[in-house]
């Protein structure tokens, strides 16, 4: 849980355009202190104070993001893969591999913390919209539905929108399923049904992108079109994506160049938003240019959910840690995750604070 000089962790999660976040783990164990300052100018490099655990004093600098111009128009949030029913972290099929990290016994289910703490804060923003990408389950059972739809339904009513994520049609489940358009003050969202039923990858079908440009050549604003699914870009630097491939863990190679020419021909759509890879990132589309993002998984580290702030000038992305005790403690334990398998899980699911917090221009 440090590094390799055993000092603290200082993770800068979050900035806005007048606030950041940090989040600063103690050596050698889970306790995760959170520093907010708020009232901060935009668009301004700040050099930041943080009194560490041993009584230290640290600085930082951070730039807070731009303010869009135009009027604050709506505010919503997303999550995605909350895996309600899942009992085992970090766990790859039935490989011993790991660290797995699974509750205390006797201890609430972890699904049931962290996304209970999503929605707490995500009820204090007030949201217009809350829009969960996929993967609500482990295995789309109905016990799984029913505690997702009380952490989330029971707070938001008709202002919650669900797609279903490969995790929740393995055996050929039909709820969640279906595309849906959004209309919201400001900005519509596309949330495309990106599942093969039975299957880990995803599509996005002819008739979708029909669909699609049907919606975005109408649409009098932006729009952002949402999926479980991560998109395949020709040329990214990440080996597995280096080839076109049947099996791309994500939307297959045909259908994200379907997505992106939809894109290229719509210039009402302005992004493309998914999950699935439990990781943040955001890459540029070949031909429209627009950013594909990935938010990283609700249910352990880091755990986060997104908000979106749309303004006339552009749409304000802002990736918050859920930072309860009980959540940062149990996301903080699965910082490690997949070491068996070589791979930096804390690096790759936080990314860089530019694949977290920024702003999508709203004409292009």
Known sequence: MTDPGGNPIIDVTTVTDTAVVVHVTTPGTFDVEVHRFDGLTPDTEHRLEIRLPAGIVTSIEVRTLPRPGGDLASVLATVNDVHFGEMAAGQVDDLEMGPIRRAEPGA???PEVMNRGAAHEISAIDPVAVIVKGDLSLDGRPEEFAAFERCYRDPFGDRLHVVRGNHDGYRLQVEYAGDQRIDLPGVTVALLDTVIPGA???????????????LASASTQPVIVMGHHQQWIAGASDPTEAKRSDDYFGLHPDASDRLDEACARNRSIVAYTSGHTHRHRVRPMTSSGIPSVEIGCTKD?????????????????IVHRVSSPEALAWSESCRGLYADFDIDYASYALGTLADRCFIIPTTR
């Open 108 to 110: 609430e289910p972890y």
């Open 200 to 214: 880990t990858t995803g599509d996005v079908t002819v008739r979708q992108v029909e669909w699609l440009d049907d």
């Open 301 to 317: 580290f880091p755990g986060t959910w997104a908000e979106y702030r749309v303004c006339g000038d552009g749409i304000m992305q």
